[in-house]
């Protein structure tokens, strides 16, 4: 380890996100807390699997704890935060950088929920009672967002977003698709970004963007070459967003949380993917960004059984460890416990004295996909049938334009097929969507190209109220020729 | 008891009755601030304070006067041939500025008239000629003695001038007027006026003089519920006629515009509205997208839209446009953004070389294209409008407008190098307002400034669908913001008592989906939006006397019979619900003008001001012409009586309305 070095690596992170407007925490130098622009991190025991894969288990690693470590003090060594608690990780520091909220458990074999700490004073106190919660991180508004289990039309819990008010009352699901939702950041512009799975392959995850309330959820990025999501990403000052990404074909172990170390521009996430820690041996498991120019990633090189911090500078490639590596540990999950600027809050549209929300298609038979790729592309697109995780919703012809417009029961998990005039079905179904209480979704058609903006061109269909669903004579189950895949396993 | 006691014990009887007095003006004092400003705001939580409103806002009283100040806000850029010199002109200053670029201060400050907005210079670099937007005419200036030698007649609301090459005549766009002036600086006369499509903005010609191009800010006339197509008008400067007429489909606000070194392309600043899709979403384009705008004259005059904003960051109001000499970037600065867009043109030609029409479709609502041919976003002070470049193409001037400021690029290294600062001095309460007004980042992800929408607080003639009332109902059209002080309630509805709650977090909530604006931003805002003067009247005579058809039409406005001497009943007469000096009663009426898709039949009541300007009319734009309120949109005198006017009385009574309203002293910003 290179302290003195390092010790001025600290400085200039220092300076650079002060630079950026940012008041350092005035904490205590004494005892377990943090002091200004502290490293804090998640330490996993040996022979647990450390936080990030597909498997449920890895989201609750026995005996994990949540430690801090100061450049500027490395003598101190580093400095347990959570020893009041049986197992810990997650850490996230509120924008004021002075809580932090980490997933604890209190009592080996007790529920995992989300608690809060105060930096200065080293108090802790519950933030929500549900069970099984974890990856919390502070909201605009004070509140939290948090991923915990849940049954939506599934028979086994999943992990959905939940969010809970800055009094941590009354936490309410945000996510409603039959998929794994972890791992949630807050983006400057108010967003959250985290990572969904879907049930049947683990491999099959995406990376999705959705304001704090539920609603405007869509694909921020995924790797069509099967890269898997895991942790949570991070924007840099530069307004990129940096992550970690594997692949089965990667990793020998199929459930290791490691991989490549992933930058995609905010402005074009879907197409300006770049594997920063190309020509680098070894496996990236967390990062954080320090500036522009600098990460400080948790690493294991290929010589070690051990993931450790380092310092990452992606022009150079040059990685330097922050501090002596514990073979008894892995060093995971790191953050910079330092204020930084709030999130954007806004406005909800959602309406929860509803129970409904709304969608409307410019034009259902847009597809930005090739002809050779559209299936059943020279067939008319009569209508088009909207499915629930049990049965059919109704089916809504399509207007002359090719638009539709519909009114469909709230935070519910639908899919869209297209149908020619026969009723077969000619694309589809879509992905899981889902509308929020007096959401009102647009899209411009099946297949659209996510970069596309629409033509501006009046829909026919909203000249009239929407078409309510389900309707009459719907909800009949599924005739198995379509339908959702991953439903009621 | 003495006298004197009584008096002693009467002493604390007297005080106590007078602090229940006051207690019993101040608390309902107290109470009824508090609910006023509730009422104003919409919010229960607003801050009682009276200072903005009343105080800061009111820019002719005392302490306003002593609180405001004058900024010269630079607006237009011309380099002397020699590289030594910047000519500016100052918006709201009234005057050229001649800036010394070795010294990097202003030398001299030459007044011109009001609101000067364009500048040329001659070949021989003696004269520059400033357009006058309210001045109605442009400004000969000698450079030499440092003032103006003269002042050309044109038409209305002059804005962007191009010389001819041998700098014997200058070609303005009228904005107002719909026209091009065509002076003969020989004899000083406008020797033509041209037809223009609707609000003609600048002007460029072709280095060869065969050419002149002139842009057009608004949609030609649309009909109800058509997508906006802005005209790029372009002159044949031989027969010094309009030879085409090319259309922008799908944009407008088509404002700056430059030509590559060999005059294959037109490039121009353009904004593709999406004003006929429910308004539920800004993020991907659905609101409003920025980009340039390209005739290739090699093909036969192909007209290409390309946007210059990405899927997740946008650009907002691209104003001027400057290609380097060598022809291969073009600078756009983009005014609601604070940021220059640097754009490599050979990545464009790349892009284009052999690519199906069906493509270009595409490419212009492919916000991931930009990737390709935005090479640089280089950021700015506030506002930045006009761009010059040096004559050796080594440095880019920008005028950053609400910073009174000139930055300086280096166009190699593609960044600020410099700044000159014109004067800028402290920010005032409502040139904050005025920043906040024209700043995309109170919107997601800068998709839109108030700017956009009602650009020079002026509108943009378009209707739009916004959501919170349900979507596809309720089509409302889009008005002006000069001269609302006065005419509160406001929306269409009535709905909101004043411009502080039209404002406020539910603007937030249903238009820029972000962070409200903070309670002392909406203030300045509020307070920058009330001091938007209407333009000066173009209708009306320098003697504010009324012409004899504008007293004919006075008298159809005021009559109380109808031709047939049958009384018209009060309810139905023009000047029951439009009386002066605004010309409304700030009550909603049914004058049987509600659609098949609204949920309202009465709607405000809206001033008579610069009518000839407001078009399209209506609640919801469905006239495209004041004539179409009677001959299409009233059949039943539901909105006055006026079937039996004959069709000259008709034309009188619009003449007459066309001369409401305006000022003598525009405080357009």
Known sequence: MRIDRLRGRGVVAGAVLASLGIAGVLASRTG???????????????????????????????????????????????????????????????????????????????????????????????????????????????????SAPAAHGTAEPRHALFTAAPDAADPRPITFHP??????????????????????????????????????????????????QTGRARETPDDRVVFVESSARENADPVAPGGRLIAVSGRRPLHSRIDLGSGIEGEFHSVVPLSSDELLVSYRPPDRARYGLYAFEPLTGRLDPLLDPDPGYDATEPIVAIARPAPKRFESVVDLQRDTGELYCLDADHSDLPADRQPGSSASIASVRILSATGILGEVPLEADGSFYIELPADSPVRLETLDGAGRVVRGPSSWIWVRPN???????????????????????VEKPPVTLPSVASEAPSDGTHGPDEVGR | MSVEGHRRRRWPLLAGAAFLAGLMVAIPGYRHSVEHVRHISGSESASLNCVPCHVLSKQDGPIGRLLNREYLSPLDIAVADDGSRLYVTAEEGDVLLAVDLREKRVASSIPVGRRPHSVVLSPDGRAAYVSNRWSNSVSIVDLRAGEVTGELPVGTGPSGLALTPDGSALYVANTVSNDISLLDLTSGRERKRLPAGNAPYAVSMARDGEAVYVTNRLSSQLAFREPPAAE????????????????????????????????????????????????TQIGRGWMLTFGLGIVDRAQGGRVIQLPLDDVNAFYADPYDVVVTPNG????????????????????????????????????????????????????????????????????????????????????????????????????????????????????????FSCRSCHPEGHHDALTYDLEPDGIGRNVVNNVSLRGLAETAPYKWTGKNASLYRQCGFRFAKWLTRTEPFSEDELYALVGYILSLSPAPGRYRMPSGELTETQLRGRAVFERTVTNDGDPIPPENRCTTCHPPPLFTNKQKVDVGTSGPTDTETEFDTPALSNLYDHGPYLHDGRAITLEEIWTKYSPDDTHGVANDLTKAQLNDLIEYLKSLGGTDDSSER
């Open chain 1, 32 to 146: 377990a807390r943090p002091a200004s622009g502290v490293i804090v991190f998640t330490q996993v025991p040996a022979g647990v699997a450390a936080p990030g894969g597909p498997d449920l288990s890895q989201r609750y690693p026995t005996g994990s704890r949540i430690v801090s470590y100061d450049p500027l003090e490395p003598e101190v060594g580093v400095r347990v935060l959570t020893e009041d608690f049986h197992s810990a990780r997650a850490p996230a520091v509120s924008p004021d950088g002075s809580r932090m909220a980490f997933s604890g458990q209190k009592q080996g074999g007790g529920p995992w929920q989300i608690w809060e700490l105060e930096l200065e004073r080293g108090r802790s106190r519950l933030l929500t009672p549900t069970e099984g919660a974890t990856d919390p991180a502070y909201l605009a508004d004070g509140g939290i967002v948090f």
């Open chain 1, 179 to 228: 998929a794994e939702d972890s791992s949630p950041t807050v983006l400057l512009d108010g967003r959250l970004l985290f990572v969904t799975r879907g049930f049947a392959a683990s491999t099959e995850s995406r990376r999705m963007t959705m304001r704090a309330d539920g609603t405007a959820a869509e694909l921020f990025y995924e790797n069509r070459d099967g890269g898997r």
């Open chain 1, 439 to 461: 959401e009102r979704r647009g899209c411009i058609g099946c297949h659209e190209d996510r970069e596309l903006a629409p033509e501006n061109r009046a829909p026919l269909a």
């Open chain 2, 232 to 279: 790029l008008t372009v002159v044949d400067a031989g027969s010094e006629r309009v030879g085409a007429r090319l259309t922008f489909q799908s944009a407008h606000l088509i404002e700056g515009i430059d030509l590559t070194p060999g005059g294959h392309w037109a490039v121009v600043t353009l904004v593709r509205p999406k004003n006929l899709i429910p308004a």
């Open chain 2, 328 to 447: 291969e970037l073009a600078f756009v600065s983009h005014a609601g953004a604070d940021v220059i867009s640097a754009v490599d043109l050979q990545a464009i030609r790349e892009l284009l070389d052999g690519l199906p029409a069906d493509s270009l479709a595409v490419y212009a609502n492919h916000l991931g294209v930009s990737d390709r041919y935005v090479i640089k976003r280089i950021p700015t002070g506030a506002n930045p409008k006009g761009l010059a470049l040096a004559p050796d193409g080594r440095r880019l001037y920008v005028a950053e407008r609400l910073d009174d400021r000139i930055s300086i690029v280096d166009v190699e290294r593609l960044e600020i190098i410099d700044a000159i600062d014109l004067g800028s001095g402290r920010e005032t309460f409502l040139r904050r307002g005025q920043r906040l007004f024209h700043d995309a980042g109170h919107s997601f992800q800068g998709q």
